[in-house]
C-alpha cells in the first residue's frame, strides 16, 4: 500500500492518497487556474470540462467522455448565520483507475472521508481497494447521508412551530413559518436536480464502472428519493401550519373588531343624546346651570339605552 500525498505540485493545491497503485483519489478544494492547469497536463480533460470545475453555477449533470466520466452535483449546508440551507457544489472526474473531487472545501463528509482514507491502512483498504467506482459510491453515500441531519433539523423546527403556533403571538410564529419555508425551498431546489442525475448513474452502462450500478447507485437513488419524499411532505405540513396560522389571525383579528364593534355601539345612543343636547339652542327639558336631576335624567336615559342594547345583543347571542 502506498500513499501519496501531491500537495504543492506546481504550485498547486491537490492532495492525493493511492492505495495498492491500483486506485488514486485525488482531492481538491477551492479550486483554481493552476489546479485546473494540472489536470489538463496530467490527464487531458476536455476544456469545457475544466472550465466548469472553476464555474459555481453549473447544474447537476454527467457527461460521458471516451475515457472518464465528469460529473456534477450539488449538496445541502446549512448556513447557521442566515438560517438556510445552502448548496455547494461537488465536481468529480472518474475513471479506470482515478476519482477526482473538487469542491470549495465545506463539504465535511467528504473532508472527513478522505482523511480516514489518508491515515487509516484498514478504511483505505476498504473504500479505496476495489475499484473508482465502489469508491465513487461511497463518496456519494457519505453525502447522501449528510442530508439527513439537515431534514431532522428542518422536521424539528416544524414540530417547534406546530407547539408555538396556538401559544405565541402572531409575528413571532409568522416569522418562524417563514424561515422554514425559506430553508425548506432552498432545500428542495438543491435535492430535485440531483434525482435525475442518480438515476442516470443507475441505468446507463459505463465500462470503467466495475460494480453493480442498479444495486449500488440504485441504493443512493433510493435515499435522495426518501429525502425528496419527505421535503414534499414537509411542504404540505408548512402550508397547512401557514393556512392554520392565517386562519388564526384572520379569527383573533374578527374577535378585536367584533368587541370594539359592540363597544362603539353601546356607545352610540349615549354620543348622539349627549350630541343634541350639546348644541346651543334652546331644547325641551335642556339643562340649565344648576338643574341637576335633568342631568341624572338625561344621563338614566343614557344607561337604560346602552342596558336595553346589551340585553338585545345577548338574546340574539352576539355576546
Not at 491537490?14 to 482531492?27: A, M
Not at 414534499?232 to 393556512?243: F, P
Not at 353601546?266 to 342631568?295: E, K, R
Request: aromatic residues 12%; hydrophobic residues 40%.
Amino acid at each position: 500500500m502506498v500513499i501519496q500525498i501531491a500537495n504543492g505540485q506546481n504550485g498547486c493545491n491537490i492532495n492525493s492518497v493511492c492505495c495498492n497503485s491500483k486506485l488514486t483519489w485525488y482531492y481538491i478544494e477551492k479550486p483554481t487556474e493552476k489546479e485546473a492547469q494540472y489536470l489538463s497536463d496530467n490527464f487531458h480533460f476536455h476544456t469545457l470540462a475544466l472550465d466548469d470545475m472553476l464555474s459555481r453555477v453549473q447544474r447537476p449533470k454527467v457527461d460521458d467522455y471516451d475515457t472518464y466520466l465528469f460529473i456534477v452535483l450539488h449538496f445541502p449546508v446549512f448556513d447557521k448565520a442566515n438560517r438556510v440551507t445552502t448548496p455547494s457544489e461537488l465536481n468529480i472526474f472518474i475513471g479506470e483507475n482515478y476519482l477526482i473531487t473538487s469542491h470549495k472545501g465545506d463539504l465535511k463528509p467528504l473532508s472527513k472521508l478522505f482523511n480516514e482514507c489518508l491515515i487509516d491502512d484498514g478504511l483505505r483498504q476498504k473504500y479505496m481497494g476495489r475499484s473508482a467506482s465502489f469508491l465513487f459510491y461511497q463518496v456519494l453515500d457519505r453525502l447522501v447521508n449528510y442530508c439527513f441531519p439537515i431534514l431532522d433539523r428542518i422536521e424539528d423546527n416544524i414540530d417547534k412551530v406546530e407547539d408555538l403556533i396556538f401559544t405565541r403571538a402572531v409575528p413571532e410564529t409568522v416569522r418562524e413559518i417563514s424561515m422554514i419555508r425559506r430553508d425548506l425551498i432552498s432545500f428542495r431546489r438543491i435535492i430535485h436536480p440531483q434525482i435525475s442525475v442518480l438515476e442516470e448513474l443507475e441505468k446507463e452502462k459505463y465500462p470503467f464502472f466495475k460494480e453493480d450500478q442498479d444495486v449500488y447507485f440504485g441504493d443512493i437513488a433510493d435515499h435522495i428519493r426518501k429525502i425528496w419524499d419527505s421535503l414534499e411532505d414537509c411542504k404540505e405540513v408548512v402550508d397547512g401550519l401557514s393556512d392554520t396560522s392565517n386562519w388564526l389571525t384572520s379569527h383573533r383579528i374578527q374577535e378585536v373588531m367584533r368587541v370594539l364593534t359592540i363597544v362603539m355601539a353601546l356607545m352610540a345612543p349615549a354620543t348622539l343624546i349627549a350630541s343634541i343636547y350639546g348644541m346651543n339652542i334652546h331644547l325641551p327639558g335642556g339643562i340649565t346651570s344648576g338643574d341637576y336631576w335633568t342631568f341624572v335624567l338625561v344621563a338614566a336615559f343614557m344607561l337604560a339605552t346602552a342596558g336595553a342594547m346589551i340585553w338585545y345583543f345577548h338574546r340574539k347571542n352576539w355576546i
